[in-house]
């Protein structure tokens, strides 16, 4: 239709120039705006007037694919200066969301004379970038600039609607500039913009929308402190379990002396592989109350998740002259499911741990008696440690358990001497060796002598004793000297002195 209709004009104003009829172009209009409106799409066109008092009308062109074309919606009018070009139309739709559109338009007269077209206006189309890479996060909005306004530009105005929100104004930038830096963006948020531009001879003209989406990894909905346990001296074992659904590959491990910090970063695990459970070994100097956090980062660095506080437990150990030992330990703190009960453990003689006791209340003293240990060959050294059972309450069904340091406590050697004895086979102190109790068997020594220093027998068992014979024989009644070697944890100790041989009358 359009095509015809320009087909008719050219052919009419022929018609008329061979009549000798008006062949004179009107004045050109000049366009006054070109703008999108963001919630539709919809491009608003506006211009002044032509001049020309014979004006009929005015003919629309926009620019498809570098070429001028006219829209069928030929303005039929001398007086109306605004036309609509919807997103909708059925032939023409306007297309400033995708891309850039050039309009221009010109005059007819009653001689269906066209005038020259006026100078291209172009919407302003925005577009944003959002790399999530980039720290710190940040959105940017770049634009084409408003050309071919009396004066130029003096701003643009940038608009920003968060999650469909309404539109609030973002910045103000000088006219020569267009792209804008919208930095601290959340993630996995919905950002629209609009750009507006302000002429200096107050005109307006806007952008379309364009919207971005802060597309990140998705951060943990929660991370759990399973627990900080002490294996050996001064290594603290850490596990955290952490949510499955998490997209998050850089984790910190915070340290702290005190529960409410400030906490330090002690290590930095980055580009980890997705998993659901994180485990590290804390090597410390000494042994002192130590709080750990572990928290999610983004790739800025920025804390988006964190963890509840793992706390291990010291456990102090200390004994009377009455055989009792009394262990006493701190809480184990913040587990999410509170605690079910502590286990205090003995080691046995056969270094093996023994449980001793459940405590199922939150009480942290525990009193252990060794009496009967008191007339045994045993070691002295009662060692213990106490075990944290995590309650049924934790939100992540995770049961958490926590050891905390052993703690020992030594007993004094218990040592007796016979003063005499009576060898052979009357089942009556037929050997003799010393009684010793709570002494470690390495290093131990027992000779016998007699009272000429000659060695009658020795051994480094404590469980063997001298049957009162020499080279097979019976040794002679009378008076022995006795040598004794034991080891201690803190020093050796040697004692010696002297007993009386004698055999039951009638045994020799």
């Not at 948020?189 to 802060?214: D, L, R, W």
């Not at 014979?469 to 009644?477: M, R, T």
């Amino acid at each position: 239709m359009i095509r015809l209709l320009s087909i008719l004009f050219i052919l009419t104003s022929c018609f008329f120039s061979a009549l000798g009829q008006d062949i004179t172009k009107p004045d050109s209009p000049l366009l006054d705006s070109v703008s999108v409106d963001p919630s539709t799409g919809n491009v608003h066109i506006s211009w002044i007037l032509s001049p020309s008092p014979d004006v009929k009308g005015y003919i629309i062109y926009r620019n498809k694919n570098t070429i001028w074309l006219a829209f069928q919606d030929t303005i039929m009018s001398s007086t109306t200066n605004y036309y609509l070009n919807p997103s909708t139309h059925l032939l023409h739709p306007a297309e400033a969301s995708s891309h850039i559109e050039l309009y221009e338009i010109a005059a007819f007269d009653s001689s269906m004379n066209i005038s020259l077209k006026s100078t291209e206006h172009n919407t302003i189309y925005a577009f944003p970038y959002f790399n999530k890479t980039d720290c710190p996060s940040k959105i940017n909005i770049s634009w084409n600039p408003y050309i071919n306004w009396e004066g130029g530009i003096s701003q643009y105005k940038i608009f920003l609607s968060e999650n469909n929100a309404p539109a609030t104004l973002l910045g103000v930038i000088p006219g020569n500039t267009t792209n804008y830096l919208h930095y601290n963006v959340l993630p996995n948020y919905s950002y629209c913009y609009y750009i507006e531009a302000i002429g200096n001879n107050g005109k307006t003209s806007t952008s379309n929308k364009a919207c971005c989406i802060t597309e990140m990894p998705k951060a943990p909905a929660y991370i759990n402190a399973d627990y900080a346990s002490i294996e050996t001296k001064n290594e603290v074992s850490l596990s955290f379990t952490i949510d499955p659904e998490s997209e998050v590959k850089n984790f910190w491990l915070l340290r702290s002396k005190n529960i409410t910090g400030p906490f330090d970063t002690i290590k930095k695990f980055t580009n980890v592989n997705i998993l659901t459970k994180l485990t590290y070994t804390d090597i410390l100097d000494t042994l002192q109350s130590t709080y750990y956090r572990l928290i999610a980062v983004d790739l800025c660095g920025k804390e988006i998740e964190t963890s509840n506080i793992a706390h291990f437990m010291i456990l102090k150990a200390n004994g009377n002259n009455a055989y009792e030992h009394f262990l006493e330990w701190n809480h184990y703190s913040n587990w999410l499911g509170g605690i079910e009960r502590f286990n205090v453990y003995r080691y046995t003689l056969n270094n093996q741990p023994e449980l001793l006791s459940t405590i199922t209340s939150l009480n942290n003293q525990y009193s252990d008696n060794v009496v009967e240990f008191a007339m045994t060959p045993i070691d002295g050294n009662f060692c213990y440690y106490i075990e944290a059972i995590e309650g049924l309450g934790n939100p992540y069904n995770i049961i958490g358990k926590s050891r905390s340091n052993i703690a020992c406590v030594q007993e004094s050697p218990i040592i007796y001497m016979p003063t005499a004895f009576t060898p052979g086979n009357d089942l009556l102190n037929d050997t003799l060796q010393p009684f010793i109790s709570f002494v470690c068997p390495e290093n131990y020594q027992f000779s016998i002598f007699n009272r000429w220093g000659e060695l009658f027998f020795e051994t480094k068992d404590p469980q063997q004793g001298w049957d009162g014979k020499v080279g097979g024989e019976l040794a002679p009644e009378g008076i022995y000297i006795y040598y004794l070697k034991i080891n201690t944890p803190s020093n050796n100790i040697i004692k010696s002195g002297h007993f009386t041989l004698y055999y039951s009358e009638g045994y020799r």
